[in-house]
């Protein structure tokens, strides 16, 4: 089955962008990023910026951050993926990423949720973009929590 991504979340005052790889299916059946309430990214994100992201609804989740100047999109453009696991992604499409600097002029920061994600990492960085790969949002990743939430402070507290 053929996956979209859905348009980027960003503006003139973005500053860090969060890339993930492609909507999961509860996503697109939301038609919102991080749909799945098994995926922890509203959790991580809200305790590392000190804000219940899980607790708003969707459009206040997207108010706090382009308020605190982040935003989102997806590596991929489109891919055909049968469920919902990164592993399982083919045929894939990258996103445009030459339209960041007219988008997003005020971009320093790229962070990649997750490693299919940050596999390509490399391209945004010869943009000259700062580039981070972080440990995956996947509730499928809670075993290294701790780690994880260290990895998401690090690049949000400063």
Not at 86 to 111: M, Q, T, W, Y
Request: with cysteine; aromatic share 10%.
């Amino acid at each position: 089955m053929i996956k979209r991504c859905f348009p980027p979340v960003l503006d003139k005052n973005t500053k860090i962008l969060i890339l993930g790889s492609l909507p999961s299916d509860e996503s697109i059946r939301k038609q919102q990023y991080y749909g799945n309430p098994g995926n922890d990214f509203w959790r991580l994100l809200g305790q590392v910026l000190g804000e219940d992201l899980q607790g708003m609804d969707y459009d206040r989740r997207l108010e706090v951050l382009r308020h605190k100047s982040i935003g989102l999109w997806d590596v991929f453009k489109a891919g055909i993926r049968e469920g919902s696991l990164d592993a399982g992604i083919e045929s894939e499409e990258l996103n445009d990423f030459s339209e960041l600097k007219i988008l997003a002029p005020e971009l320093r920061l790229v962070c990649f949720n997750g490693k299919k994600a940050g596999e390509y990492e490399s391209l945004i960085r010869k943009m000259g973009y700062e580039t981070k790969v972080l440990p995956s949002s996947s509730g499928a990743n809670r075993r290294f929590s701790e780690k994880r939430i260290m990895e998401w402070e690090s690049i949000f507290k400063h």
